[in-house]
């Protein structure tokens, strides 16, 4: 299948999965390779008007990761923040963080 975007890990990310058990790990990567290639809202969901997020369920555990569009490469995704999700809602602090990283990005020098 033909990719439709390309994904671009924040270090934080980074560090995040490479937190989690190696099968965890496995299914994370397994799951972003998927979203890249089929529109599917189980596994990457539009959350706020700026925030998306890369959704991963294994065994009973829900990771979350959260993105934006870069607005100057249209096929590219930033994953800004990762995170075990406990709750049935998004906590809002991790909603402003990825906003945070976001304005961060895209206007670097301010």
């Known amino acids: 299948m033909k ?4 994904i671009k890990l924040m270090e934080e990310v980074k560090i995040f999965i490479q937190s989690l058990d190696p099968k965890m790990q496995k299914k994370v990567v397994f ?8 529109n599917d809202a189980r596994l990457f969901k539009k ?3 700026e925030i998306w997020e890369f959704r991963i ?21 930033i994953c800004a923040t990762g995170f075990i999700k406990k709750s049935q809602k998004t906590p809002s602090s991790e ?16």
């Open 31 to 38: 799951n972003l390779q998927k979203a890249r290639e089929v």
């Open 47 to 49: 959350l706020t008007h």
């Open 57 to 77: 369920r294994y065994e009973n555990t829900n990771i979350r990761l959260l993105a934006f569009w870069d607005t100057h490469t249209k096929a590219l995704v």
């Open 95 to 110: 909603i402003a963080k990825a906003i945070e990283i976001r304005k961060k990005y895209l206007n670097p020098g301010k």
């Open 3 to 6: 990719k439709k975007f390309d």
